[in-house]
């Protein structure tokens, strides 16, 4: 098991963006800056796509920009083409996200694209990388969504799964992803997927995992990819933004839970807990109307709870 682990926030885009509420700009700003205090490393900060398609990401050149003069964080975004890449890059987002939907129904729905226009996608913004100075070149990652099953197709192949994931790399992916963007995966699952996927990539190509907790096994799905070997998880403060087919469930796993999880596991995070859970005061003053979901801000620490010991270096490292 990795005995450090990288927790990437990304309720301000995939929470925001599942929510009819826009959070203002200034409020989005404080969440970030004080999620970073609190020694997050990674923040998915938006997502480049149009204004009228997402008007609650509408403000993600100023928020990237704004994200880039914290020390140490690395801001990450998500594109959906190579007109959001452009748009990243000239921002100064550090790393990319292009999704590529297994299911190529589910891609021609949400981005009415075939498999082989995604991946042509994907060349042209590796190439445009490339183009940049040596140290302006953000991270690319070519993330496989659906990948445990789509609300179109159900299960897909996994033969089409893994050529899929080679070809993200052969088109210039730093790395691929697994997302669940359905909730449909399990522990097995997972490790099957992680197995599969390394086979066919490698071991350093896949390195990070989204899962949503649509049917309560967000958890015990971290647990199963982290025993697997993977050392980056996805994750949403206050669980934000819900799941629209599941009441009740939260839409990602709950940051909070997760960093309590992982702590209590004596597993490292950089991140300082309690500063972690004051954080939820601001997304919950500025959207007083949506829900904040976690077990662990409800019920507090456990007595006697050893939190994690910060070195001063490592939350100020890059
Ligand atoms: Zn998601």
Redesign the pocket.
Same mark, same amino acid.
């Given at each position: 098991m990795a005995p450090e682990i990288l927790v990437s926030e990304?309720g301000p885009r %995939?929470g925001l963006q599942s929510i009819k509420s826009i959070l203002p700009t200034p409020a989005k700003k404080a969440w970030i800056a004080a999620e970073a205090a609190a020694g997050v490393r990674e923040i998915e900060v938006g997502s480049f796509v149009p204004a009228k398609v997402l008007p609650q990401l509408a403000d993600t050149a100023e928020i990237v920009a704004f994200a880039k003069t914290i020390p140490g964080l690395t801001v990450a975004v998500l594109v959906p083409n190579l007109r959001g890449a452009e748009a990243a890059i000239a921002a100064g987002a550090d790393k990319l996200t292009l999704p590529l939907s297994v299911s190529e129904t589910h891609s021609l729905a949400n981005l009415r694209r075939t498999h082989a226009q995604v991946i042509e996608e994907a060349r042209a913004i590796a190439a445009l990388i490339a183009e940049q100075p040596e140290d302006r070149r953000p991270h690319f990652e070519g993330s496989l969504s659906t990948v445990f099953g789509c609300t179109l197709e159900g299960a897909i192949p996994l033969p089409q799964i893994l050529g899929l994931a080679e070809q993200l790399m052969a088109a210039g992916c730093d790395e691929v992803g697994l997302?669940d963007?359905t909730g449909y995966a399990d522990p097995r699952a997972v490790k099957d997927m992680v197995r599969a996927v390394r086979g066919a990539v490698g071991d350093e190509a896949l390195t990070g995992i +989204?899962l +949503?907790n649509t049917r309560g096994l967000g958890l015990a799905n971290v647990l199963a990819a982290l025993e697997m070997g993977l050392d980056t998880v %996805?994750s949403s403060l206050g669980g934000i933004g819900g799941c629209p087919f599941a009441p009740g469930a939260s839409?990602?796993i709950v940051t909070e839970d997760l960093v309590f999880m992982l702590q209590a596991m004596g597993l490292k995070t950089g991140i300082d807990l309690a500063k972690l859970l004051e954080v939820r005061k601001i997304v919950a003053e500025a959207l007083p109307d949506e829900p904040l979901y976690g077990f662990t801000p409800d019920a507090g620490l456990p007595l006697g709870f050893v939190p994690e010991s910060h070195a001063p270096s490592m939350e100020s490292a890059a």
């Open positions: 990304v %995939d997302s963007t +989204h +949503h %996805d839409g990602n």
